[in-house]
Nanobody, 115 residues
Framework: QAQLAESGGGLVQAGGSLRLSCSTS????????MAWYRQAPGKQRELVAR???????VYADSVRGRFTISRDNAKNTVYLQMNSLKPEDTAVYYC?????????WGQGTQVTVSS
């Protein structure tokens, strides 16, 4: 069974930056695609970005050019650097495999962007 733990969220003003981290353990393998997802109040969870084991990444249109996903397989950690944050980025952010595995959802980390 895998465990994923997200951290790094917080309250930031519009235009600011945050770096999220996701530590993985258990059955997550280095060859897994990993991804960041988010869920805003009253909305469905959505895919933000995904990354292959070799570092190839894909982004949602809403975050392309502002967010960067990366991974350090030696540290079993996936990162999301978020720049130029907007109020509409406010959500709980989760990491998971891609495609997601339901049993792997963690607690997430809250990101709140004030205008």
């Amino acid at each position: 069974q895998a465990q994923l733990a997200e951290s790094g969220g917080g309250l930031v003003q519009a235009g600011g930056s945050l770096r999220l981290s996701c530590s993985t353990s258990g059955s997550i393998r280095d060859n897994f695609f990993m991804a960041w997802y988010r869920q805003a109040p009253g909305k469905q969870r959505e895919l933000v970005a995904r990354i292959s084991s070799g570092g190839w990444s894909v982004y949602a249109d809403s975050v392309r050019g502002r967010f960067t996903i990366s991974r350090d397989n030696a540290k079993n950690t996936v990162y999301l650097q978020m720049n130029s944050l907007k109020p509409e980025d406010t959500a709980v952010y989760y990491c998971n495999a891609f495609p997601f595995i339901p049993a792997y959802w963690g607690q997430g980390t809250q990101v709140t962007v004030s205008s």
